[in-house]
């Protein structure tokens, strides 16, 4: 019996320990079998603790104090709880990586368990109810969201830094998240705003804008942007403005400031409510700094709901505008089709349990047009929130496929090097989601080869708004494409894309009143001149003007009119100049001009002063004679002496046109902000060292020479009576002359480049000078001749007629000297003048002393 007993024994022995080995075996597959957990804290914008109550104009949640968002907010929601069972079910039909036999998901048994939380669109609302799911539930294994970089940034010092837990965003985009001391577990699926800035470079490098203005939020999301636009756009200058949230104040300031600026384009950097958007919107067109011929353009943080809708005018100038965002559904893109048509087939009781109860989805939701106004948020950041939950479930399966997710699994895992010893885990993700290739740089950051951007315009069809496609860049080729059959146009329905700047109206001061003025005293100059060359003409018999030799009047008559024509050429500027030539110096008429007016009034002078120069001479050398010489000058030696001044005049002249003619430059004074000239002058330019200075020197020094030798032979003649020669008034004219130029010459070179007053100076210059001329040689004869008794001498006729002779003249005028007659009308005609000791010859001067000591001439004319 006992060996039966003791087999019976070991039997059931073997029985009871293949049980238990069944149990094991058993439990084990059970355990293995098991789903591994992964708790996932999803902060959603429900509600704007920014809001107040009486400005909340949706629900407002009694529990969190704080207005619900809009309803376009709940697709991202409904986005990312689609994300979740995709992932529990193993379904790939948006991300091919889902498959349970793929290489990430084969053998995975993590379930993603999500727990919905309001971030209260502020960092405050996000880190309260992430402390508060910590203290109450499970620490989570990681954090989506929140949307606003404002919320990540505390969130992840909490959650990052407390806890070693890994966050991952799918709406913020601020470059100071990228900061991995501050921020150690921060990631992102949307690319971060350093890279949508260089974008919104390309595209206004791509339409040639140098200028433009940013205004932005005084926020970090903000605050970010602008950074990168300052530091990216290395072709484009900036002209930067703030404002504060929720403070019309400040949008008010800013917008006033933008529109004096001449900026014809602006980004606006804003977060802000719907409601305040659109006053500051409307602000904006008040001021003039969106409208017809602008250009707004707007980034992420600006949907359609944020214009406004309410006004005609309104929606004619916000049509156009410009969104400049990384597109989360990229149109064309398998991924996203698919999810695109399958959404009439999504069921929001997929949904709706996890959500609370004023933020449920419409039964109807699910119905609308994933690009209505209702779901906008879907394309633009639902997105990226399903790549965002996907990019954690398959981080939960790269770090073990049935393991538990440890504490602090971002420090043990995430940033320390995969076993290839190059990359750290986290960049070894690479899978297909809704916006494409999904690969994360070793910051965490969204890798910018693998996203696409949109440049989408704004249209407001029956007062609804949306965004159309226009223009895609795509980021790994830096190429723009344009959408086809789309309909590229600009604010205001315009066609035309506006200018980057609109320069402000530039002050040229031209000469306008002052060129008139020149004119108007050149008619009063020039007729007052020719109306002496007249009385000249007809008053050339009698003898005050022959004792002055009529051709010499004549001649000063011209060299006056000369003189007086060089107010024409000043009056020319570019005021025509429609190529802006004259900058460089180009402007022909002008340049003319310049040159016209040197050769009239040198030319002028010359031919005015010389034949009174040489007159005075020769008065002095027949006057001045005590040794009685004979001396023989007749006018064509002083016309021979005047034509050698003009050669030298020419010889100066002709040089200077050939070698170096003055130009009319046109010199800018003052540029705006952006270079833009607001005020110039244009003038005919002398360059100090130049040949033009030279030569100007040269004609100065002979002029003053000229006039202090005419000073010197009105001194010699002094003595001799006026009636028989002009000495007196020829010296008022030169003393006047000098005078004048002495006075003018330095007050036209302070005034140098202010061509108003330079032309004003030089008018009164001019108008002095020659009515001096004119006024002292030709009044005293006016008065002589006009004023006095005039009768004609017998002498006239008998002339005329061929009634007389020499002797009879002679005789009549001895007896005239005798009787001391100073018959003012007689007619005289000398062919030149000599003198002669003793000599009876009738074509003689005989100088003789009068009782005053004076010299008295008589005239005796020789006809043949």
Same mark, same amino acid.
């Given at each position: 019996?006992?060996?039966?007993?003791?087999? %019976?024994?070991?039997?059931?022995?073997?029985?009871?320990?293949?049980?238990?080995? *069944?149990?094991?075996?058993?439990?084990?597959?059970?355990?293995?079998?098991?789903?591994?957990?992964?708790?996932?804290?999803?902060?959603?914008?429900?509600?704007?603790?920014?809001?107040?109550?009486?400005?909340?104009?949706?629900?407002?949640?009694?529990?969190?104090?704080?207005?619900? =968002?809009?309803?376009?907010?709940?697709?991202?929601?409904?986005a990312a709880l689609l994300a979740v069972k995709d992932f529990n079910d193993r379904n790939p039909r948006f991300v091919r990586q889902f498959d349970k036999d793929s290489e990430l998901l084969g053998?995975?048994?993590?379930?993603?368990?999500?727990?919905?939380?309001?971030?209260?669109?502020?960092?405050?609302? %996000?880190?309260?109810?992430?402390?508060?799911?910590?203290?109450? !539930?499970?620490?989570?294994?990681?954090?989506?969201?929140?949307?606003?970089?404002?919320?990540?940034?505390? #969130?992840?010092?909490?959650?990052?830094?407390?806890?070693?837990?890994?966050?991952?965003? @799918?709406?913020?985009?601020?470059?100071?998240?990228?900061?991995?001391?501050?921020?150690?577990?921060?990631?992102?699926?949307?690319?971060?705003?350093?890279?949508?800035?260089?974008?919104?470079? +390309?595209?206004?490098?791509?339409?040639?804008?140098?200028?433009?203005?940013? *205004?932005?939020?005084?926020?970090?999301?903000?605050?970010?942007?602008?950074? /990168?636009?300052?530091?990216?756009?290395?072709?484009?200058?900036?002209?930067?403005?703030?404002?504060?949230?929720?403070?019309?104040?400040?949008?008010?300031?800013?917008?006033?400031?933008?529109?004096?600026?001449?900026?014809?384009?602006?980004?606006?950097?804003?977060?802000? +409510?719907?409601?305040? #958007?659109?006053?500051?919107?409307?602000?904006?067109?008040?001021?003039?700094?969106?409208?017809?011929?602008?250009?707004?353009?707007?980034?992420?943080?600006?949907?359609?709901?944020?214009?406004?809708?309410?006004?005609? +005018?309104?929606?004619?100038?916000?049509?156009?505008?410009?969104?400049?965002?990384?597109?989360?559904?990229?149109?064309?893109?398998?991924?996203?089709?698919?999810?695109?048509?399958?959404?009439?087939?999504?069921?929001?009781?997929?949904?709706?349990?996890?959500?609370p109860e004023y933020w449920q989805l419409a039964h109807d939701f699910y119905e609308k047009t994933i690009y209505g106004p209702d779901t906008s948020m879907v394309k633009i950041f639902g997105a990226?929130?399903?790549?965002?939950?996907?990019?954690?479930?398959?981080?939960?399966?790269?770090?073990?496929?049935?393991?538990?997710?440890?504490?602090?699994?971002?420090?043990?895992?995430?940033?320390?090097?995969?076993?290839?010893?190059?990359?750290?885990?986290?960049? !070894?993700?690479?899978?297909?989601?809704?916006?494409?290739?999904?690969?994360?740089?070793?910051?965490?950051?969204?890798?910018?080869?693998? /996203?696409?951007?949109?440049?989408?315009? *704004?249209?407001?069809?029956?007062?609804?708004?949306?965004?159309?496609?226009?223009?895609?860049?795509?980021?790994?080729?830096?190429?723009? &494409?344009?959408?086809?059959?789309?309909?590229?146009?600009?604010?205001?329905?315009?066609?035309?894309?506006?200018?980057?700047?609109?320069?402000?109206?530039?002050?040229?001061?031209?000469?306008?009143?002052?060129?008139?003025?020149?004119?108007?005293? @050149?008619?009063?100059?020039?007729?007052?001149?020719?109306?002496?060359?007249?009385?000249?003409?007809?008053?050339?018999n009698y003898k005050v003007v022959v004792a002055s030799q009529f051709e010499f009047l004549v001649l000063i008559t011209f060299g006056v009119f000369i003189s007086v024509t060089t107010l024409v050429?000043? /009056?020319?500027?570019?005021?025509?100049?429609?190529?802006?030539?004259?900058?460089?110096?180009?402007? +022909?008429?002008?340049?003319?001009?310049?040159?016209?007016?040197?050769?009239?009034?040198?030319?002028?002078?010359?031919?005015?002063?010389?034949?009174?120069?040489?007159?005075?001479?020769?008065?002095?050398?027949?006057?001045?004679?005590?040794?009685?010489?004979?001396?023989?000058?007749?006018? !064509?030696?002083?016309?021979?002496?005047?034509?050698?001044?003009?050669?030298?005049?020419?010889?100066?002249?002709?040089?200077?046109?050939?070698?170096?003619?003055?130009?009319?430059?046109?010199?800018?004074?003052?540029?705006?902000?952006?270079?833009?000239?607001?005020?110039?002058?244009?003038?005919? =330019?002398?360059?100090?060292?130049?040949?033009?200075?030279?030569?100007?020197?040269?004609?100065?020094?002979?002029?003053?020479?000229?006039?202090?030798?005419?000073?010197?032979?009105? @001194?010699?003649?002094?003595?001799?009576?006026?009636?028989?020669?002009?000495?007196?008034?020829?010296?008022?004219?030169?003393?006047?002359?000098?005078? #004048?130029?002495?006075?003018?010459?330095?007050?036209?070179?302070?005034?140098?480049?202010?061509?108003?007053?330079?032309?004003?100076?030089?008018?009164?210059?001019?108008?002095?000078?020659?009515?001096?001329?004119?006024?002292?040689?030709?009044?005293?004869?006016?008065?002589?001749?006009?004023?006095?008794?005039?009768?004609?001498?017998?002498?006239?006729?008998?002339?005329?007629?061929?009634?007389?002779?020499?002797?009879?003249?002679?005789?009549?005028?001895?007896?005239?000297?005798?009787?001391?007659?100073?018959?003012?009308?007689?007619?005289?005609?000398?062919?030149?003048? &000599?003198?002669?000791?003793?000599?009876?010859?009738?074509?003689?001067?005989?100088?003789? !002393?009068?009782?005053?000591?004076?010299?008295?001439?008589?005239?005796?004319?020789?006809?043949?």
């Amino acid at each position: 019996m006992i060996p039966v007993l003791r087999g %019976s024994v070991k039997k059931s022995q073997f029985k009871l320990l293949l049980v238990v080995c *069944l149990v094991l075996l058993l439990s084990a597959h059970a355990s293995s079998s098991s789903s591994s957990r992964v708790n996932l804290a999803i902060l959603q914008r429900m509600t704007d603790a920014r809001v107040a109550l009486q400005e909340c104009n949706t629900i407002y949640v009694d529990e969190s104090k704080s207005c619900a =968002r809009a309803d376009r907010f709940k697709g991202t929601v409904a986005a990312a709880l689609l994300a979740v069972k995709d992932f529990n079910d193993r379904n790939p039909r948006f991300v091919r990586q889902f498959d349970k036999d793929s290489e990430l998901l084969g053998g995975c048994n993590k379930v993603l368990v999500p727990d919905i939380m309001d971030s209260g669109s502020t960092g405050t609302v %996000s880190v309260r109810n992430i402390i508060g799911a910590i203290a109450s !539930k499970e620490i989570p294994d990681a954090v989506i969201g929140p949307s606003r970089s404002d919320a990540s940034q505390p #969130v992840n010092v909490v959650v990052g830094g407390a806890y070693g837990i890994p966050q991952i965003s @799918y709406g913020s985009t601020s470059i100071a998240l990228d900061n991995t001391l501050i921020y150690p577990s921060f990631m992102r699926t949307i690319p971060a705003d350093s890279e949508t800035a260089w974008i919104i470079c +390309e595209y206004l490098r791509e339409i040639g804008y140098k200028y433009s203005s940013i *205004l932005y939020v005084i926020d970090s999301y903000g605050e970010s942007f602008r950074t /990168a636009l300052l530091s990216q756009c290395k072709s484009t200058t900036f002209q930067v403005f703030s404002y504060i949230d929720n403070d019309m104040k400040t949008v008010e300031e800013s917008l006033t400031a933008i529109s004096q600026t001449g900026v014809n384009s602006l980004i606006l950097i804003s977060t802000s +409510e719907t409601g305040f #958007v659109q006053e500051m919107l409307r602000k904006a067109y008040a001021y003039g700094v969106v409208g017809k011929g602008r250009l707004l353009i707007t980034t992420d943080g600006v949907s359609p709901a944020h214009f406004p809708v309410d006004d005609t +005018e309104l929606q004619a100038a916000m049509n156009g505008s410009l969104l400049m965002v990384p597109t989360g559904g990229v149109d064309g893109t398998d991924s996203w089709e698919t999810f695109r048509r399958n959404w009439s087939n999504f069921d929001v009781n997929d949904v709706n349990p996890e959500l609370p109860e004023y933020w449920q989805l419409a039964h109807d939701f699910y119905e609308k047009t994933i690009y209505g106004p209702d779901t906008s948020m879907v394309k633009i950041f639902g997105a990226y929130e399903y790549d965002a939950i996907a990019a954690i479930g398959l981080f939960a399966c790269m770090y073990d496929k049935t393991q538990e997710i440890p504490v602090e699994w971002w420090n043990k895992w995430f940033t320390k090097v995969s076993d290839d010893g190059v990359m750290k885990n986290v960049e !070894k993700l690479k899978f297909d989601g809704l916006t494409g290739e999904v690969r994360l740089d070793s910051k965490g950051n969204r890798l910018a080869s693998t /996203a696409t951007y949109e440049a989408q315009t *704004l249209e407001i069809i029956n007062g609804i708004a949306g965004f159309r496609r226009r223009q895609i860049f795509n980021r790994a080729a830096s190429l723009w &494409t344009t959408v086809a059959g789309a309909d590229i146009f600009y604010n205001g329905n315009s066609y035309s894309l506006p200018p980057d700047v609109i320069p402000r109206d530039e002050d040229k001061q031209f000469l306008g009143s002052a060129a008139i003025t020149s004119y108007i005293v @050149y008619v009063l100059l020039g007729g007052v001149t020719i109306f002496c060359f007249i009385w000249t003409i007809l008053n050339r018999n009698y003898k005050v003007v022959v004792a002055s030799q009529f051709e010499f009047l004549v001649l000063i008559t011209f060299g006056v009119f000369i003189s007086v024509t060089t107010l024409v050429p000043l /009056a020319v500027d570019d005021e025509n100049d429609q190529d802006g030539l004259a900058y460089y110096g180009e402007y +022909e008429p002008a340049n003319t001009a310049c040159m016209a007016s040197v050769w009239l009034y040198n030319l002028g002078f010359v031919i005015t002063f010389v034949p009174l120069f040489v007159k005075m001479w020769r008065v002095n050398k027949l006057f001045n004679n005590p040794k009685l010489k004979r001396i023989v000058i007749s006018n !064509k030696l002083l016309f021979k002496i005047i034509l050698v001044f003009l050669v030298v005049e020419f010889a100066i002249l002709i040089p200077w046109q050939v070698v170096y003619p003055v130009r009319f430059i046109r010199k800018v004074t003052q540029r705006d902000l952006f270079g833009f000239p607001i005020a110039s002058v244009g003038y005919c =330019r002398y360059d100090m060292g130049s040949p033009s200075v030279i030569f100007l020197s040269v004609l100065l020094t002979l002029h003053l020479v000229y006039l202090i030798v005419g000073c010197f032979l009105c @001194y010699f003649g002094r003595h001799i009576e006026t009636k028989y020669q002009e000495g007196k008034y020829v010296t008022i004219a030169i003393i006047t002359y000098i005078q #004048v130029l002495a006075v003018s010459i330095p007050v036209v070179v302070l005034s140098y480049g202010e061509p108003v007053t330079s032309l004003i100076i030089r008018i009164i210059v001019i108008f002095l000078n020659n009515m001096t001329v004119l006024c002292c040689l030709f009044w005293p004869k006016m008065y002589m001749l006009n004023f006095l008794q005039r009768t004609h001498s017998s002498n006239l006729e008998s002339i005329r007629h061929g009634k007389s002779s020499t002797k009879n003249i002679s005789k009549s005028k001895r007896e005239s000297h005798h009787n001391d007659s100073n018959n003012k009308n007689e007619v005289i005609r000398p062919d030149h003048d &000599t003198v002669t000791n003793g000599n009876k010859n009738p074509n003689t001067i005989l100088p003789q !002393k009068s009782d005053s000591g004076l010299n008295r001439e008589e005239y005796q004319i020789h006809l043949s």
